[in-house]
Nanobody, 116 residues
């Protein structure tokens, strides 16, 4: 099983980034997917989630209206479009596939830094 994130980087406030997470080794289309983030010294935070078919999404209040989660089941990929970025969005962003037994699949993370 692999989840490989990409698309992180440095961006100024107000800018945009699009994160991707490529999945392999499991039946991607059967899993809801999530994006988490963890800033230095803080706990990991659930940012956004999407149902297996893509028809249902949820967002943390802190990113609602600015971030959009989507997925392409034909390409086994989940995305996080991040607009109007703020310095407080700076964190390592992780892709997650939750499992019923809590042995979730995790990616290695991608760094997002919003600097002024």
């Amino acid at each position: 099983v692999q989840l490989v994130e990409s698309g992180g980087g440095l961006v100024q406030p107000g800018g945009s980034l699009r994160l991707s997470c490529a999945a392999s080794g499991f039946t991607f289309s059967s899993y809801a997917m999530r994006w988490y983030r963890q800033a230095p010294g803080k706990e990991r935070e659930l940012v956004a989630s999407i149902s297996s078919g893509g028809g249902s999404t949820n967002y943390a209040d802190s990113v609602k209206g600015r971030f959009t989660i989507s997925r392409d089941n034909a390409k086994n990929t989940v995305f996080l479009q991040m607009n109007s970025l703020k310095p407080e969005d700076t964190a390592v962003y992780y892709c997650n596939a939750p499992r019923w037994d809590y042995a979730d699949y995790w990616g290695q993370g991608t760094q997002v830094t919003v600097f002024s």
